[in-house]
């Protein structure tokens, strides 16, 4: 018999649960239901390690089945796509055994916590890729409408030659001293602070919109606030999770912590733009401000995570121009279709359902997906000569594999 489109499954298997796995859960759950996917993706079974925890999760998130080691979850018959939703300390362990074993794999970002695991990372999904197997990043924002479609009037000329980059991800979430430790705070774990959790997002969408790669950087970073009290006891931190296993009971002591608060740095792009980008998590009073704003030639667009479903738009060859915001949520706009009438707008949640959307896509269509292991090399490389120029008192440091151009130095 053959099956319709709709009826063929691809069964998905989600490692960690916390965050990332109740965002990434509602995308498995609601993609199928608003796009015509080629292939059903079925939530089979969920890994943590904790398993009176992992089964509350599954039967909350509507996941099947649970798992309390990823290695089993990786060689069940019913997984044919691997989801990552765990630190980055886990990601190239996980994912180039789940890729060597046959499995599609979703990774969330930064891909890994050094440029080494990236390589690794990166070599390990060409190889699969020659046998069919696809992995891609999670690098969500790509697929906020009003983001891609600022990607599609760039590549379109809509501003012109390039000539600045200001890039900003912006959070507050860590102003409080008495905010607890979380992996976040561990370079261990988290590869580094401000920079790997939020620059890496800022990195990818400026480098994505423009198409227009970093070449050298010149950084600076601090960490404010150096020593955090352990959580009283494992739970929910703000919009950040400490998951099952990470600390056990251990209040009254403190922690060290080991990553940037905030690094903020000056980059040129290949094409010879001046760029500039900043990331923190004591921006007081920005809860999650991802900010793009692009100069070029002919126009300006602005993209602001914070007000998600508008672009800002500068068209200098109008007769009397002036900014304009435009509300993307027309038909004509990417994804857009699929959802509301215009004017009924999106939300956090819908750039996970795309993500999973275009993935399934992909494997069906035996396409690679962008952002691809190697595409989330490139960001890692940038984060580490960013971070390399921060730890050598702002030296400027090339990136390793991208062409100079312009004013670098
Ligand atoms: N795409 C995005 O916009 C976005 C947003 C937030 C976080 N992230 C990324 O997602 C990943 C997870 O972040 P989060 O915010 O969900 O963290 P979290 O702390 O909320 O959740 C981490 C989960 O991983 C589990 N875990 C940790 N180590 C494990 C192990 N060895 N084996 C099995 N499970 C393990 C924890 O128990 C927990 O369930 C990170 O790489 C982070 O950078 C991406």
Redesign the pocket.
């Known amino acids: 018999m053959t099956l319709s489109r709709t009826e063929q499954t691809l069964g998905v298997g989600m490692?960690?649960?916390?965050?990332?796995?109740?965002?990434h859960s509602q995308a498995w759950r609601s993609a199928p239901r608003f796009f015509d996917l080629p292939a059903r993706p079925r939530m089979s079974v969920l890994?943590?390690?904790?398993e009176a925890?992992a089964k509350a999760?599954a039967d909350k998130y509507g996941w099947d089945d649970v798992e309390t080691d990823?290695t089993r979850l990786i060689a069940r018959d019913d997984v044919d796509i691997v989801d990552?939703?765990?630190?980055?300390?886990?990601?190239a362990e996980?994912a180039i055994a789940a890729l060597a074993a046959g499995k599609h794999v979703l990774?969330?970002?930064?891909l890994a916590n050094s440029v080494a695991e990236a390589e690794a990372m990166a070599a390990a999904a060409r190889q699969a890729a020659a046998r069919g197997v696809r992995a891609m990043c999670?690098?969500?924002?790509r697929r906020v409408p009003a983001a891609r479609l600022m990607a599609e009037l760039v590549a379109g000329g809509a501003i012109g030659t390039l000539r600045h980059v200001r890039a900003s991800y912006l959070q507050d979430w860590l102003i409080d001293p008495a905010a607890p430790m979380?992996?976040?705070l561990e370079r261990q774990?988290?590869g580094s602070g401000a920079l790997?959790?939020i620059g890496?997002?800022a990195i990818d969408l400026a480098q994505y919109v423009t198409g227009d790669p970093i070449t050298g950087v010149t950084a600076l970073s601090s960490t404010f606030v150096p020593r955090r009290p352990m959580p009283a006891a494992e739970g929910f931190l703000g919009?950040?999770?400490?998951?099952?296993?990470?600390y056990g009971a251990v209040g009254g002591e403190f922690g060290e912590v080991t990553v940037d608060d905030a690094t903020v740095f000056l980059a040129c792009t290949a094409s010879g733009a001046l760029a500039t980008f900043e990331a923190s998590r004591f921006a007081t009073g920005h809860k999650n401000g991802l900010r793009l704003e692009l100069n070029g030639s002919a126009g300006s667009i602005i993209f602001d995570l914070e007000r998600m479903n508008e672009l800002v738009i500068y068209d200098a060859r109008e007769e009397n121009p002036g900014f304009r915001t435009v509300l993307v949520t027309e038909p004509s706009h990417p994804y857009i279709a699929a959802w509301w009438p215009p004017g009924h707008t999106l939300g956090y949640e819908h750039?996970?359902t795309h993500q999973v959307r275009d993935f399934v896509e992909g494997i069906a269509s035996g396409q690679d997906v962008a952002p691809t292991f190697d595409d989330a090399l490139g960001v890692q490389r940038v984060l580490a000569a960013v971070g390399q120029s921060a730890a050598e008192s702002a030296r400027w440091v090339d990136v390793p594999g991208a062409t100079k151009g312009g004013t670098h130095p």
């Open positions: 490692i960690g649960y916390a965050f990332m796995g109740a965002a890994a943590g390690r904790d925890r999760a990823w990552i939703c765990t630190p980055g300390d886990t990601h996980m990774c969330e970002k930064p999670g690098f969500t924002y979380s992996w976040r774990r988290a790997g959790d890496a997002h919009t950040h999770a400490a998951g099952d296993g990470e750039a996970f």
